[in-house]
């Protein structure tokens, strides 16, 4: 049997206006470095994604890995979406 002892996901109610800025953000942003999902023989077609923390950094690597997470240099490219993870 698995136990978990510390959790795993946070669920929170998003703040007034957050989804508007951050697809403005991420439609500004420019040279993210989009890939083709890691992870696209389990997932639906024809979306791309990058990585705003991973194990080692890159953010081109969506891999998904145990590890201690380390913020991607992209992540400083969306400062919205930043805060709200880190708060």
Known sequence: ???IDKPIAVLR???TGFSSQ???E??????LPWQRNAYSDYTSQGYE??????????STNTIIEDGTPIPTADLE????IRHFIEQ
């Not at 994604?49 to 890159?58: I, P, R, T």
């Open 26 to 31: 991420i439609e500004q942003a420019t040279n």
């Open 22 to 24: 951050a697809t403005q």
């Open 13 to 15: 109610n998003l703040p």
């Open 77 to 80: 490219k969306l400062p919205t």
């Open 1 to 3: 049997m698995l136990v």
């Open 49 to 58: 994604v990058f990585s705003l923390f991973n194990k080692d950094g890159n």
